[in-house]
Each structure stands twice: as structure tokens, then as C-alpha cells.
């Protein structure tokens, strides 16, 4: 089974200038998380989709940072203008549902960015 | 509000000792509680995870994890440790109902560290 795939791996950008992510959830998985993980810490959720749906946005930063899933599968996320506090890495995840009890996670391999 | 805390930065240990490494919880109502394993650039790898029923959780690689709810405590151990198992860890946290239905809490993480 493929898991969850992300690109760009690695991304240098400077200050005020535009990025985006994309990732392709494990095939079958409704729901979709990104998540910033700033280094020395736990991943910190940033958007959660259920199918194209948006579930939770409470902690993206929206005035620079978007997300969409517009036919439910592979997601997008953007940061413009980027900041020198968005350098991190940023993780996809998918599931196969948002709740109940076997909801666990399946992690991509990340996009670090550094802004300069 | 649903937390969780890793009370140590890192943990050392010599290959062959046993390895713990602590996770205490705070959340509404009935947790679910797992464990996941990050290696140098690569994501989150799933461990393991109590739902309910027995306290012991077996999961990946020989790892074991205790629940104990008078302790709000879901501590990581493994009897043997290997040098392979030198990575990150992170404990993570779900409410099974209520406004964090589905929303995962992630620990600061743990670097262990597995000395020859």
C-alpha cells in the first residue's frame, strides 16, 4: 500500500515570497490533516479536511496561510507572504475517518522550509 | 482543553538496557492515547495505541506502552533496547467525544538516544 506522498521534500525561500505544498493522502482516506512541526516540538495541527469539506481551521494562520482539497483526494497548502517564523517542517497525514477508533494517522514524509 | 507532556528533552540509555520513555496525559472523558516514532527527515510512524480494554498495548518493533488512568499516564517502554531505536518519539493525544473529537495533541517529543 503507498502511503502518503509530499512534495517539495526540502524548499529555501526568502521572507515575503510564496510556497506551496502539495500532498496525496494514502488512497481511500477520507480525512486530511497538515500540520506544522517547528523544531523542538510536536506537530501542531493547521487544518483538517473530511473529504473536500474543512472539519477544523481554529490554529491557521489565515491571513497568509490557505488550504484547499477540492475533489476530496490531494490537498494543496499555500503560505503568501511566508514569514520568517513558517520556517519548519510541514506534515501531511491522512485517515481513514476523522473520529472513532481506529482513526490513527498515517504520516508523509514532510516538506522542510526555510525562510530566509 | 487536551494536553500532553513529555518530561524529558532526551533519554539515554546502552543497548541491551531496558528503555522508558514517560508521557503523561490531560484530557475530557475517556483518552485515546497513542505513540509515534520519528527517524532524521522522514514523518511520524505509528507505534501504537490504546483505545480501551487491557492497560498493556503491544505494538511495532517489541515496543510496549502501560496505560494508567489514576496517573494519567501512558509511559513507552521496551525491555531490550536496540541502537536502531535512537529517534524521536512523540506521545499523542485524542478526546472520544466533545469539541477535540478527532483532534490529535502531540507531546514536545522525547529524543532517545541508544548507545553500543
Known amino acids: 500500500e503507498a502511503g502518503v506522498a509530499q512534495s517539495p521534500r526540502y524548499k529555501i525561500i526568502e521572507k515575503r515570497q510564496s510556497v506551496a505544498f502539495w500532498c496525496n493522502p494514502i488512497s481511500g482516506h477520507a480525512t486530511l490533516y497538515w500540520y506544522q512541526q517547528i523544531l523542538g516540538q510536536g506537530p501542531k495541527l493547521l487544518i483538517q479536511?473530511?473529504?473536500?469539506?474543512?472539519?477544523?481551521d481554529s490554529q491557521l494562520p489565515k491571513d497568509r496561510f490557505s488550504a484547499e482539497r477540492l475533489k476530496g483526494v490531494d490537498s494543496t497548502l499555500k503560505i503568501q507572504p511566508a514569514k520568517l517564523e513558517d520556517s519548519a517542517v510541514y506534515l501531511c497525514?491522512?485517515?481513514?475517518?476523522?473520529?472513532?477508533?481506529?482513526?490513527?494517522?498515517?504520516f508523509g514524509p514532510g516538506t522542510r522550509l526555510t525562510v530566509l | 482543553a487536551q494536553s500532553v507532556a513529555q518530561p524529558e528533552d532526551q533519554v539515554n540509555v546502552a543497548e541491551g538496557n531496558p528503555l522508558t520513555v514517560k508521557c503523561t496525559y490531560s484530557?475530557?472523558?475517556?483518552?485515546?492515547l497513542f505513540w509515534y516514532v520519528q527517524y532524521p527527515n522522514r514523518g511520524l510512524q505509528f507505534l501504537l495505541k490504546?483505545?480501551?480494554?487491557?492497560?498493556l498495548v503491544k505494538g511495532s518493533y517489541g515496543f510496549e506502552a502501560e496505560f494508567n488512568k489514576s496517573q494519567t499516564s501512558f509511559h513507552l517502554k521496551k525491555p531490550s533496547a536496540l541502537v536502531s531505536d535512537s529517534a524521536l518519539y512523540f506521545c499523542?493525544?485524542?478526546?472520544?467525544?466533545?469539541?477535540?473529537?478527532?483532534?490529535?495533541?502531540f507531546g514536545a517529543g522525547t529524543q532517545v538516544v541508544v548507545t553500543p
Open positions: 497525514a491522512s485517515s481513514l475517518q476523522a473520529g472513532g477508533r481506529h482513526n490513527e494517522q498515517f
Open positions: 479536511f473530511q473529504n473536500n469539506g474543512v472539519v477544523d
Open positions: 499523542a493525544v485524542r478526546a472520544s467525544y466533545g469539541d477535540s473529537w478527532g483532534k490529535l495533541q
Open positions: 484530557v475530557s472523558g475517556n483518552p485515546y
Open positions: 490504546y483505545i480501551t480494554g487491557d492497560n
